[in-house]
């Protein structure tokens, strides 16, 4: 069959993964739009597609199993693209098939081992920093494009590899809801969920060192400390045995009692967080994005959040910005949102009107632009 586009989405079921988002928000946003041709969509978790998106008939979709990032799928991928006489492949990761005859367009959403390796120090990509630097390089001379989502991370890319600066293209990612998400407003029956009627602070994010979860725990102490707010923290991120300092220094500083670690949620237990939450708070010291902001914002709850790296570009005046490594500024921003309704009013409108600019239909209409330009 002949499919001149084609979309490498094999991270798409990989729950909590940000890329899997970018692969979800740009199906749904390609089913909003006229295609010229049917567009094939290469998955590794054929059977996770919701029914919408595998009964769409402008796409074809290819099952294949196993890990994206194998050798075994640099050999069989160029077999599917020149099967299937693919003339342009946009893959959703920084992983291409570096010998396929195509034209690739690569979607690169950060360089975060390259420029805070210190903050990755568990990860294979800054373990391996000249490799990965090597690897990428590799990618974007054989990609016609590479997308990121960021000014920040535009910036970065190039200061790592500023011969590949004529290749960029930048386009934010959207903000995707599963359907019944927004709808779902039943309590919680989770053990952990407070059961009280304290304020709800939530975070959501990975372990990893450069979300700052300790800088949170100790702005969260401050705020115990000197705002007398009744509240507690909860916490959600898939558990990660080689970051552990977050519940160690809750038990240090005497406040493991107002904190909950959930680890990883579903959607419909996060959709019901959301909806309890008084306050979301995001302290990461580098996000080449931060779609937990935007998910925040779109679900009504006011944003206090890091002022680094994207997430001043992302947030505009929709949330408060402060030092994520200084707790008292933290604790000072979260105090603010809690004692006044005003304020939390005024974020909350401006959160829900900043989320609403990023949709996927937005996305899928500068990737099909950017497909079309590429293809012959």
């Known amino acids: 069959m002949n499919a001149p586009f084609a979309i490498d989405a094999r991270w798409y079921g990989n729950a909590g993964s940000g890329v899997a988002t970018y692969a979800h928000s740009l199906l749904a946003g390609l089913m909003e739009i006229p295609a010229p041709d049917r567009i094939c969509v290469i998955t590794n978790h054929l059977d996770r597609l919701p029914e919408a998106v595998a009964r769409c008939p402008q796409f074809n979709f290819i099952n294949l199993p196993g890990n994206p990032m194998s050798i075994r799928h640099q050999r069989l991928m160029p077999k599917i693209v020149s099967g299937h006489r693919i003339k342009c492949l946009h893959t959703v990761d920084t992983h291409a098939p570096i010998y396929a005859h195509c ?27 000249w490799l990965w630097r090597q690897w990428l390089a590799i990618q974007f001379r054989t990609a016609c494009r590479i997308v990121t989502i960021s000014e920040c991370s535009q910036r970065d890319i190039i200061s790592q590899l500023p011969d590949m600066a004529g290749k960029i293209a930048l386009i934010p990612p959207a903000l995707y809801q599963p359907q019944g998400r927004a709808a779902d407003h039943a309590e919680p029956q989770e053990d952990w969920l407070p059961a009280t009627d304290d304020a709800v602070i939530l975070s959501v994010g990975r372990r990893a060192p450069y979300k700052n979860l300790p800088g949170l725990i100790r702005a969260f102490a401050e705020l115990l400390k000197n705002h007398q707010h009744p509240c507690r923290l909860v916490v959600t991120g898939p558990r990660d045995t080689r970051y552990t300092e977050p519940e160690t220094l809750a038990t240090q500083l005497g406040i493991a009692d107002r904190i909950v670690f959930t680890g990883y949620v579903d959607d ?3 959709s019901q967080l959301y909806h309890r939450a008084a306050l979301f708070v995001f302290p990461s010291l580098y996000e080449g994005f931060g779609l937990p902001v935007l998910e925040a914002m779109a679900a009504g709850i006011p944003v206090v959040c890091s002022n680094r790296a994207s997430l001043p570009e992302v947030c505009g005046d929709a949330a408060l910005l402060a030092d994520p490594e200084d707790p008292r500024a933290m604790a000072t921003a979260m105090a603010r949102v809690l004692s006044s309704s005003h304020l939390a009013g005024q974020l ?20 099909m632009e950017l497909y079309l330009s590429s293809g012959d």
């Open 268 to 270: 419909r237990v996060l």
């Open 348 to 367: 909350k409108a401006a959160g829900r009107t900043r989320a609403g600019e990023y949709t996927p239909r937005r996305m899928a209409e500068c990737l």
């Open 103 to 129: 034209r690739k367009i690569i979607s690169c959403h950060d360089v975060i081992p390259l420029v805070l390796p210190h903050r990755v120090a568990g990860g294979r990509k800054s373990q391996f920093k």
